[in-house]
T-cell receptor, first 113, second 116 residues
């Protein structure tokens, strides 16, 4: 399967714990995006990488959130000291250079108790 | 500020008929528009897109129409099939610094149900 893959698919955690999500983009795509989707809403942009450089972060990405793409391949999204409001689907997407069509993974659903 | 709006939360259509999903936007800087389809527990899947230099783009059963003056786009599915039942998201993007990239602004989605 050469699509975008995300891990884990579902994470249940207690408030205050740290969680990390991983995304493996389509191999030839050098752009990688993180989005968050809550119930009844469309996905909301969080951050964007071109290769290993993080080029933009949304205001939604508080100090408790950090994303990395250390070698320009896979990416991680870490949420520290989780809060119940962090419960959402975290979507990763990738695209080729000069393409505005994003290919999404299946998402990582976070439930904070 | 909701820059992309899908005002119909749901749409129910009979198999074989036309489904029309609507989307409005407010940001005049948007110059590229996309439709995504999403099944439960899956990520959004790209369906069709249109650049602002066009007013229509067709791909099989799917056609997207863009009315720039009204800041409105629509997705037509003809004929509708039960397998088309899903959530449909409209999305838009704007060029940033002369470079196009994939930061998309999504609408809230419309749940399409196609009855056999």
């Amino acid at each position: 399967d050469t699509g975008v893959s995300q891990d884990p698919r579902h994470k249940i955690t207690k408030r205050g714990q740290n969680v990390t999500f991983r995304c493996d983009p389509i191999s030839e795509h050098n752009r990688l995006y993180w989005y968050r989707q809550t119930l009844g809403q469309g996905p909301e942009f969080l951050t964007y990488f071109q290769n290993e450089a993080q080029l933009e972060k949304s205001r939604l990405l508080s100090d408790r959130f950090s994303a990395e793409r250390p070698k320009g391949s896979f990416s991680t999204l870490e949420i520290q000291r989780t809060e119940q409001g962090d419960s959402a689907m975290y979507l990763c997407a990738s695209s080729a250079v000069r393409s505005r069509e994003l290919f999404f993974g299946e998402g990582s659903r976070l439930t904070v108790l | 500020d909701q820059q992309v709006k899908q005002n119909s939360p749901s749409l129910s259509v009979q198999e074989g008929r036309i489904s029309i999903l609507n989307c409005d936007y407010t940001n005049s800087m948007f110059d590229y528009f996309l439709w995504y389809k999403k099944y439960p527990a899956e990520g959004p899947t790209f369906l069709i897109s249109i650049s602002s230099i066009k007013d229509k783009n067709e791909d099989g059963r799917f056609t997207v129409f863009l009315n720039k003056s009204a800041k409105h786009l629509s997705l037509h599915i003809v004929p509708s099939q039960p397998g088309d039942s899903a959530v449909y998201f409209c999305a838009a993007s704007a060029q940033a610094g002369g470079t196009s990239y994939g930061k998309l602004t999504f609408g809230q989605g419309t749940i399409l149900t196609v009855h056999p």
